[in-house]
């Protein structure tokens, strides 16, 4: 399975296992034994490669003190055979909770002096947590060791390795977070906002050869990680990115030394250090000599995501150079202390991005005169308005700050992006499009309406520094209002036909096919409101848009047309794709066909191509790592099913086999259609007669539905009693020779017999067909022929997307429709005429009240009355 399915996997069973303890320590124990089962499949690994046989490995152990110092030197730690995490999984092996106390304490004593800061404590969370498992030796023993066997699915074969570890473990912490709340999230930067924070940074780093990046607040280490991946596209090598990452919390600091070492960096690129940011900065040094070690550090990059308005002590950091320039943060808010920290360990033509709360772009007091000197200074490069609630644990509405230490321009790029999202839980999300059409705005330094503005440094001053996003950006969707005079008088606001002005730059003559002038400010439908669908779809410019926009799909250069391009690239070229790098290729492709077409969106594009790359990715991933056999492979089913009172998998009895990359449904209907219609017909009988069936049970009187052939419920009929009397009065038919009424009770049970009967034998059949069909489709999958494969491939990667992309400009001209229907229907009555109808209908009213009679009483109300609508 890829990456992806094994992560949901995982995180599913490790649901069924979590009982009393809490989602914060639950995370510990899981990440702690998936990052020992890594530390310990590289030492294996490492001496296979070294020639060691099976033999060799289960003789490993201290007593071997030349293997130790070796295996310590390369790796920077050593592992017994004993306490090797294949050992522990061994089904001969005699498991006991002391197996892994021993050898956590093996580990912490065998770490290389070299590598002392990076692997020293790192499995005190885990250690100290184990206590939590269970009262009981015996219990805690029991859930170890069903942890254990639920990690070992994870592969480490040299093909998966890293990404895939680094992958699953990122996956839980994300879902911890999402799940856990606040007390889980707090260190956790959602993928999405570290992802678009990587892209921007990685563009302004691909020129360098070799990078030093630095999270001084580094939580699990995926803001670091991320940016490590998007900077790799360009670099020459990733083993020429350097990783710093600082954190207070002990337990959390551990998280970034795991993540960042089983991402398969090497450990000299990994300097790490447990301590307090804003007190110590960066004095990493060797304890034993600390004034000849000491380095400052000054990076390349800067990410970084602190607790948002933190308390801190700025007593005695006036002389402090971070903060000597700018001035101290509040001792109540230290989001500016973080920002200068970051901004301090920037080199000349290094760049930072930091994720804080909105009060710092215009909060007033000491953030007021650090933020003046900040731009005066010309450090602050953009500010991305993020959407509100993006964050776990924090519904709080935040901004991205981008700064450099040198700059040629003056400006500041203002993005409000606060609109850009999707709703996902409770959360709100961004999409891949939202990612792409903020990083692209930022890196193109764009003005465009309604989402980003250059601004001059003259026109934040004049604003008094002040850089909260609406002074420069309005967001907000417009009110709908009702003009007046239109309202009166009739007529179409040209004010409000404007508002449809992109339509009218690309389709100039369609404007006057649908308006005529009424006044100088006001037009009219010069069609009827029935005939504006036939009249926009039909209109020569509309008709050209469409093919315009069809001819950029099909043949519009040297790659001939995008299904063709995504065939070759993707399907005929599965062995060579670069996963990590061809999505970039994807969208300049994409992009590049979109240059000439006017009305689309190209990030809605961009957001359908996307969607399929996800699917397209993760079968690539099983084609690359297991081989184009991957894809006429076909796997168990396996369901939850109750055995005993207890969740277990089991194979599905229905649908025992699955297409491990092509679906079962896609294979049915491409090459086993006419048996799937056959089943189809069968199916839809069955529907009929459970129609026929109902039909009859309402038709029959409620006298008839009391009898035994019908449920006390009286929602369905007793098919063993429908059996009895059916039998009889078929007997007495035959008896009397008499035959029965249609619409007589007899006749209708005589009649529903034969449904039951029919429906019974149809069921059967339909069964064991289906079974049949599905287990057709599996041998078929398994003999299927590379160009059969290639087919498929084409109707489940491409063929979705390709659907998509065609229905955009149909979709924009529906859009268009609704719109100049909808600017038709607002103004369409006047309020004279509405009056008029009104004024009408009191008089009919009244005329019909004079001929109405009653007594005294009543008399006098429809006297007042009749008044009152004629207005006396």
Same mark, same amino acid.
């Given at each position: 399975?890829?990456?992806?399915?094994?992560?949901?996997?995982?995180?599913?069973?490790?649901?069924?296992?979590?009982?009393?303890?809490?989602?914060?320590?639950?995370?510990?124990?899981?990440?702690?034994?998936?990052?020992?089962?890594?530390?310990?499949?590289?030492?294996?690994?490492?001496?296979?490669?070294?020639?060691?046989?099976?033999?060799?490995?289960?003789?490993?152990?201290?007593?071997?003190?030349?293997?130790?110092?070796?295996?310590?030197?390369?790796?920077?730690?050593?592992?017994?055979?004993?306490?090797?995490?294949?050992?522990?999984?061994?089904?001969?092996?005699?498991?006991?909770?002391?197996?892994?106390?021993?050898?956590?304490?093996?580990?912490?004593?065998?770490?290389?002096?070299?590598?002392?800061?990076?692997?020293?404590?790192?499995?005190?969370?885990?250690?100290?947590?184990?206590?939590?498992?269970?009262?009981?030796?015996?219990?805690?023993?029991?859930?170890?060791?069903?942890?254990?066997?639920?990690?070992?699915?994870?592969?480490?074969?040299?093909?998966?390795?890293?990404?895939?570890?680094?992958?699953?473990?990122?996956?839980?912490?994300?879902?911890?977070?999402?799940?856990?709340?606040?007390?889980?999230?707090?260190?956790?930067?959602?993928?999405?906002?570290?992802?678009?924070?990587?892209?921007?940074?990685?563009?302004?780093?691909?020129?360098?050869?070799?990078?030093?990046?630095?999270?001084?607040?580094?939580?699990?280490?995926?803001?670091?990680?991320?940016?490590?991946?998007?900077?790799?596209?360009?670099?020459?090598?990733?083993?020429?990115?350097?990783?710093?990452?600082?954190?207070?919390?002990?337990?959390?600091?551990?998280?970034?030394?795991?993540?960042?070492?089983?991402?398969?960096?090497?450990?000299?690129?990994?300097?790490?250090?447990?301590?307090?940011?804003?007190?110590?900065?960066?004095?990493?040094?060797?304890?034993?000599?600390?004034?000849?070690?000491?380095?400052?550090?000054?990076?390349?990059?800067?990410?970084?995501?602190?607790?948002?308005?933190?308390?801190?002590?700025?007593?005695?950091?006036?002389?402090?150079?971070?903060?000597?320039?700018?001035?101290?943060?509040?001792?109540?808010?230290?989001?500016?202390?973080?920002?200068?920290?970051?901004?301090?360990?920037?080199?000349?033509?290094?760049?930072?991005?930091?994720?804080?709360?909105?009060?710092?772009?215009?909060?007033?007091?000491?953030?007021?005169?650090?933020?003046?000197?900040?731009?005066?200074?010309?450090?602050?490069?953009?500010?991305?308005?993020?959407?509100?609630?993006?964050?776990?644990?924090?519904?709080?509405?935040?901004?991205?700050?981008?700064?450099?230490?040198?700059?040629?321009?003056?400006?500041?790029?203002?993005?409000?992006?606060?609109?850009?999202?999707?709703?996902?839980?409770?959360?709100?999300?961004?999409?891949?499009?939202?990612?792409?059409?903020?990083?692209?705005?930022?890196?193109?330094?764009?003005?465009?309406?309604?989402?980003?503005?250059?601004?001059?440094?003259?026109?934040?001053?004049?604003?008094?520094?002040?850089?909260?996003?609406?002074?420069?950006?309005?967001?907000?969707?417009?009110?709908?209002?009702?003009?007046?005079?239109?309202?009166?008088?009739?007529?179409?606001?040209?004010?409000?036909?404007?508002?449809?002005?992109?339509?009218?730059?690309?389709?100039?003559?369609?404007?006057?096919?649908?308006?005529?002038?009424?006044?100088?400010?006001?037009?009219?439908?010069?069609?009827?409101?029935?005939?504006?669908?036939?009249?926009?779809?039909?209109?020569?410019?509309?008709?050209?848009?469409? +093919? =315009?926009?069809? *001819?950029?799909?099909? &043949? %519009? @250069?040297?790659?001939?047309?995008?299904? !063709?391009?995504?065939? +070759? =690239?993707?399907? *005929?070229?599965?062995? &060579? %794709? @670069?996963?990590?790098?061809?999505?970039? !290729?994807?969208?300049?492709?994409?992009?590049?066909?979109?240059?000439?077409?006017?009305?689309?969106?190209?990030?809605?594009?961009?957001?359908?191509?996307?969607?399929?790359?996800?699917?397209?990715?993760?079968?690539?991933?099983?084609?690359?790592?297991?081989?184009?056999?991957?894809?006429?492979?076909?796997?168990?089913?396996?369901?939850?099913?109750?055995?005993?009172?207890?969740?277990?998998?089991?194979?599905?009895?229905?649908?025992?086999?699955?297409?491990?990359?092509?679906?079962?449904?896609?294979?049915?209907?491409?090459?086993?259609?006419?048996?799937?219609?056959?089943?189809?017909?069968?199916?839809?009988?069955?529907?009929?007669?459970?129609?026929?069936?109902?039909?009859?049970?309402?038709?029959?009187?409620?006298?008839?539905?009391?009898?035994?052939?019908?449920?006390?419920?009286?929602?369905?009929?007793?098919?063993?009693?429908?059996?009895?009397?059916?039998?009889?009065?078929?007997?007495?038919?035959?008896?009397?020779?008499?035959?029965?009424?249609?619409?007589?009770?007899?006749?209708?049970?005589?009649?529903?017999?034969?449904?039951?009967?029919?429906?019974?034998?149809?069921?059967?059949?339909?069964?064991?067909?289906?079974?049949?069909?599905?287990?057709?489709?599996?041998?078929?999958?398994?003999?299927?022929?590379?160009?059969?494969?290639?087919?498929?491939?084409?109707?489940?990667?491409?063929?979705?997307?390709?659907?998509?992309?065609?229905?955009?400009?149909?979709?924009?001209?529906?859009?268009?429709?609704?719109?100049?229907?909808?600017?038709?229907?607002?103004?369409?009555?006047?309020?004279?005429?509405?009056?008029?109808?009104?004024?009408?209908?009191?008089?009919?009213?009244?005329?019909?009240?004079?001929?109405?009679?009653?007594?005294?009483?009543?008399?006098?109300?429809?006297?007042?009355?009749?008044?009152?609508?004629?207005?006396?």
């Amino acid at each position: 399975m890829n990456k992806q399915q094994l992560a949901a996997k995982i995180w599913e069973s490790a649901n069924q296992m979590r009982s009393k303890i809490e989602a914060n320590d639950y995370k510990d124990f899981i990440l702690g034994f998936i990052f020992y089962k890594y530390v310990s499949d590289q030492l294996v690994s490492f001496v296979k490669e070294q020639g060691m046989t099976e033999d060799d490995i289960k003789a490993l152990s201290e007593d071997d003190p030349e293997t130790l110092e070796y295996v310590k030197k390369e790796l920077g730690y050593f592992i017994s055979y004993d306490n090797l995490f294949s050992t522990w999984v061994d089904p001969k092996a005699d498991f006991d909770e002391s197996n892994v106390r021993d050898a956590l304490s093996a580990f912490a004593r065998l770490i290389h002096p070299n590598h002392k800061k990076l692997f020293e404590g790192i499995f005190t969370t885990l250690e100290t947590g184990l206590s939590k498992l269970g009262e009981s030796a015996g219990k805690r023993t029991k859930a170890i060791s069903d942890l254990l066997h639920l990690i070992k699915s994870i592969p480490m074969d040299s093909k998966l390795g890293y990404d895939v570890l680094g992958y699953i473990y990122e996956y839980l912490i994300e879902k911890f977070a999402s799940n856990a709340g606040k007390k889980a999230g707090e260190f956790y930067t959602p993928h999405e906002v570290s992802l678009l924070m990587s892209e921007i940074t990685a563009h302004e780093l691909k020129h360098k050869d070799k990078i030093k990046i630095y999270d001084p607040t580094s939580g699990s280490g995926s803001l670091l990680i991320n940016i490590g991946c998007s900077v790799a596209k360009y670099a020459k090598s990733k083993d020429d990115i350097q990783y710093f990452a600082q954190e207070l919390k002990e337990p959390t600091y551990n998280l970034t030394r795991m993540n960042l070492i089983m991402r398969g960096i090497k450990p000299n690129n990994i300097t790490t250090r447990n301590g307090d940011t804003l007190e110590d900065d960066w004095p990493y040094f060797d304890e034993s000599d600390p004034l000849a070690t000491y380095e400052p550090l000054y990076v390349d990059a800067v990410v970084s995501n602190p607790p948002y308005s933190q308390s801190w002590d700025p007593s005695f950091k006036d002389s402090d150079p971070r903060y000597s320039r700018f001035g101290l943060a509040p001792k109540t808010k230290a989001d500016f202390a973080f920002l200068l920290h970051d901004l301090y360990h920037l080199k000349p033509d290094g760049i930072m991005t930091i994720v804080l709360p909105h009060g710092v772009l215009f909060r007033g007091g000491e953030e007021g005169k650090i933020r003046e000197q900040l731009i005066e200074q010309n450090h602050i490069d953009a500010i991305i308005g993020l959407p509100a609630n993006i964050f776990f644990g924090t519904g709080i509405p935040t901004v991205i700050i981008v700064l450099k230490q040198e700059r040629q321009n003056t400006d500041v790029l203002i993005v409000d992006a606060s609109k850009h999202f999707v709703k996902e839980g409770k959360n709100n999300k961004l999409q891949a499009s939202d990612i792409k059409r903020i990083t692209d705005v930022v890196i193109n330094r764009e003005s465009n309406d309604k989402f980003s503005k250059v601004v001059s440094k003259k026109t934040i001053c004049d604003n008094g520094y002040n850089l909260n996003i609406p002074r420069y950006v309005d967001s907000s969707a417009e009110a709908e209002s009702w003009d007046l005079h239109a309202t009166m008088l009739g007529g179409i606001p040209n004010s409000e036909i404007d508002s449809l002005q992109n339509y009218w730059q690309a389709l100039p003559q369609l404007h006057a096919a649908l308006f005529k002038p009424k006044s100088a400010a006001y037009s009219e439908l010069s069609v009827t409101k029935e005939s504006v669908n036939t009249t926009i779809s039909q209109h020569p410019q509309v008709l050209e848009f469409i +093919t =315009t926009y069809n *001819q950029a799909f099909s &043949t %519009v @250069n040297e790659k001939g047309g995008y299904d !063709d391009y995504l065939n +070759t =690239t993707l399907i *005929q070229g599965w062995q &060579t %794709v @670069n996963r990590n790098q061809i999505e970039a !290729d994807l969208s300049e492709e994409l992009f590049s066909r979109l240059v000439p077409i006017a009305l689309v969106d190209k990030y809605q594009a961009y957001q359908y191509q996307n969607n399929q790359w996800q699917i397209i990715s993760a079968d690539l991933e099983m084609m690359q790592t297991e081989s184009f056999a991957a894809t006429k492979q076909v796997d168990a089913n396996m369901v939850i099913k109750k055995k005993a009172g207890k969740d277990t998998e089991v194979q599905d009895p229905n649908t025992p086999w699955k297409g491990h990359i092509l679906p079962f449904d896609l294979v049915l209907k491409t090459l086993l259609n006419e048996e799937l219609q056959a089943l189809a017909t069968q199916e839809t009988r069955l529907s009929e007669i459970a129609s026929a069936l109902e039909e009859t049970l309402d038709s029959l009187s409620e006298e008839d539905k009391g009898q035994d052939t019908v449920k006390e419920s009286k929602d369905g009929f007793v098919n063993a009693e429908v059996g009895k009397a059916a039998k009889a009065f078929l007997k007495e038919q035959k008896d009397s020779k008499v035959k029965f009424e249609q619409e007589s009770y007899e006749a209708k049970i005589i009649a529903a017999n034969k449904l039951i009967n029919e429906e019974k034998a149809l069921k059967k059949a339909v069964k064991e067909a289906a079974m049949a069909l599905h287990l057709k489709t599996k041998n078929t999958i398994e003999s299927l022929t590379d160009e059969q494969v290639n087919e498929l491939l084409h109707l489940k990667w491409i063929e979705p997307l390709s659907r998509e992309l065609d229905a955009i400009p149909s979709n924009l001209i529906r859009q268009l429709t609704l719109q100049v229907q909808a600017l038709a229907d607002k103004y369409a009555t006047t309020y004279s005429q509405v009056a008029s109808e009104i004024k009408s209908t009191e008089q009919e009213l009244a005329e019909m009240m004079d001929e109405l009679t009653g007594n005294e009483f009543d008399q006098q109300g429809l006297v007042e009355l009749t008044n009152l609508l004629k207005g006396e």
